[in-house]
């Protein structure tokens, strides 16, 4: 081979290889800083094709999406100095790019470090100001929204790191306060069921007492409905009686001594100790009504 090409050869490797140190990449899911030297010339460079000098230009790149922190579970005291073990995560994703690597030096396990130490320090805080009711039922998802305004401001300006949510998968009890919390939570749902049950007496009581009210007047009106039409019915029958009598007063007074008779001879062992001449006997002694003495 001619020493001309050669040189030729060797210089379109050069160019080659200088070119592929020139040109560089940053994808929509990576956030990228242009260094000189180790000092920062361009910040959050744009998704696309971009150009360096080579040698002298240094391109990092970082992940863009979000990240998850599973932070170490910690021991946290309550309001009342009840410890408890609390196992969290953070959501989180690069928010200024030069601020990001000024303070983590583009270490990822370095930032995840720092913001594992401010989100321990956040939630120690917001357990401290409640107590053990409210951190385990109550209020838990004020205390993670607490969180995550004090921890989002301290992260952007310490570290250009946007927190997009903690939350807390689980808190435990240390062993000689499970006890404790339980027969406290026990006894509360105890009194609530009391409160309840009373609340339900009471009103079970009103109910009946209504009941038996209408029931007392509803009778009272039924009574006197049917004591109106009872009277009715006699005033009626006294009337029809009255003008039967008028009509024909020996056949009404015939009918009232066959009723008699009847009344009276219906038991069959009754004795009865009457003068025979008495009016009780009048149409006995004779056809036409009238007594023997007549």
Excluded: C
Excluded at 23 to 30: A, Q, R
Excluded at 100 to 127: C, H, K, M, P, V
Excluded at 138 to 164: C, H, K, N, P, Y
Excluded at 167 to 186: A, H, N
């Amino acid at each position: 081979m001619k020493p001309t090409s050669m040189f030729g050869l060797i210089a379109l490797l050069l160019v080659v290889m200088i070119g592929s140190k020139s040109v560089y990449i940053v994808k929509e899911t990576e956030r990228a800083i242009k260094l000189r030297f180790g000092e920062v010339v361009e910040a959050d460079i744009k998704p696309g094709l971009h150009f360096k000098i080579p040698f002298v230009n240094t391109v990092r790149k970082f992940e863009g999406r979000i990240m998850t922190l599973d932070a170490r579970p910690q021991a946290f005291l309550t309001l009342e100095k009840k410890r408890l073990i609390v196992d969290s995560f953070i959501k989180w994703r690069i928010d200024n790019v030069e601020k990001y690597y000024t303070a983590t030096s583009g270490d990822e396990f370095r930032a995840a470090d720092l913001l594992s130490t401010r989100i321990e320090t956040s939630l120690r805080n917001q357990f401290g100001e409640r107590t053990l009711t409210e951190v385990v039922s109550g209020a838990r998802e004020e205390v993670m929204g607490e969180v995550i305004r004090a921890l989002s401001d301290l992260a952007q300006t310490e570290l250009g790191i946007e927190v997009v949510d903690v939350r807390v998968k689980r808190i435990d009890l240390p062993q000689e306060v499970s006890s404790s919390v339980y027969e406290r939570m026990r006894t509360e749902r105890l009194r609530l069921a009391r409160e309840l049950r009373a609340r339900g007496r009471e009103l079970a009581e009103g109910i009946r007492a209504d009941a038996d009210r209408q029931r007392t007047v509803l009778l009272a009106d039924a009574f006197r409905e049917a004591e109106t039409v009872r009277g009715e019915g006699d005033a009626q029958a006294a009337g029809i009686y009255a003008e039967a009598f008028q009509r024909d007063p020996e056949f009404y007074a015939f009918y009232r001594s066959l009723n008699a008779y009847r009344e009276s001879f219906s038991g069959g062992g009754d004795m009865f100790v009457l003068d025979p001449k008495s009016e009780f006997f009048r149409y006995l002694n004779s056809a036409k009504g009238t007594s023997v003495t007549q």
